[in-house]
């Protein structure tokens, strides 16, 4: 037999799911499997596309088949939900496979941050953001600052929530949007392009609540935005706010530089806030510019 020729035909069932071991169904389309189960013939449309033999992009998420673990099925609903049944080694080298086709993508986001100078999160700063994710399950994310999006992709890598963000520049936010689609988080993000005061105001006023806050916007405006962010995070919800060293100059005794001055003193106050508010439990740490995080426990 032709290593290229299909094995079997593939039959639907009403739900769209393939009746043999064989082949799958991706957006009604018919995707052969060889006899080494890997994918060999799919018709193409713009979300669905032909990657290669041994792979295929669905909603622009790779999936690699590789020879010993088969395809089973995919859930009909338009593959919205991109939920392929494999089997456990299957999903490992998967999932192996799509982390690191987006690590480099979330590379070159740093690259072009740093080419531009556009201030993004710090690398262990944004691994502890990472853990505070995974440990915490947010179904719902606040974030004051997207800039290009890189934490608030690293958020979405770790967690099933979803993410709204606020940048006041349209340029950085547009270039976000593009980021989040290049990683398929378009359906997991608003966006709000506008000043961060205006929209949390708004949000306080319809009652929303959050699981997690992500602190990065204008340094010399937390103390401003403070009470309304409590008022935002549901409790047993997570305040984490970035760069509250300022430079180190927060912590400096004597004079600071008169530019950064009224940010230093709107910092200090934010942080003796922080520390006095019973209703939460916070922890500051020294490390790369400084952040902190707050639970509500009240
Ligand atoms: C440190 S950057 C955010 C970095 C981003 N969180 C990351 O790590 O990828 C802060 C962002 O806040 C935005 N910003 C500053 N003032 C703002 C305001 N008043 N409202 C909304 N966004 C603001 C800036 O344009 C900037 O892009």
């Given amino acids: 037999m032709n290593e290229r020729e299909p094995k079997n035909d593939i039959k639907l069932d009403d739900n769209c799911r393939n009746s043999d071991e064989n082949s799958v169904i991706i957006q009604d389309h018919k995707i052969k499997l060889d006899e080494n189960c890997r994918v060999f013939d799919m018709k193409n449309d713009e979300k669905c596309r032909n990657l290669d033999v041994n792979s295929v992009i669905i909603h622009d998420n790779l999936f690699n088949n590789d020879e010993i673990c088969r395809n089973n099925n995919m859930k009909d609903d338009n593959c919205r939900n991109n939920k392929i049944r494999f089997d456990e080694k299957r999903r490992k080298y998967d999932k192996k496979c799509l982390e690191e086709q987006k690590d480099n993508l979330l590379q070159g986001i740093k690259d072009y941050a740093k080419e531009n100078f556009i201030p993004i999160v710090r ?41 709204f963000t606020i940048e006041k520049e349209g340029e950085r936010a547009s270039l976000a949007e593009e980021n989040f689609k290049s990683y398929n988080f378009s359906d997991r993000v608003t966006q709000f392009v506008d000043d961060a005061q205006i929209v949390i105001e708004k949000m306080c006023n319809s009652g929303e609540k959050f699981d997690l806050i992500f602190l990065d916007g204008p340094k010399g405006q937390y103390v401003k935005y403070y009470p309304y962010l409590k008022k935002l995070l549901a409790k047993g919800g997570v305040l984490f706010c970035d760069n509250i060293n300022l430079l180190g100059y927060v912590k400096q005794e004597g004079k600071i530089p008169h530019k950064h001055r009224s940010m230093v003193n709107n910092l200090r106050k934010f942080i003796e806030i922080l520390q006095n508010d019973s209703d939460f439990e916070t922890e500051f740490y020294d490390i790369d510019d400084g952040y902190s995080i707050s639970k509500k426990v009240f």
């Fill in 123 to 163: 690398e262990d700063t944004a691994k502890r953001l990472a853990v505070v994710c995974r440990d915490y399950s947010p179904n719902k994310i606040l974030e004051i600052g997207t800039a290009i999006g890189y934490s608030g992709i690293i958020m979405l890598k770790n967690c099933s929530a979803h993410l």
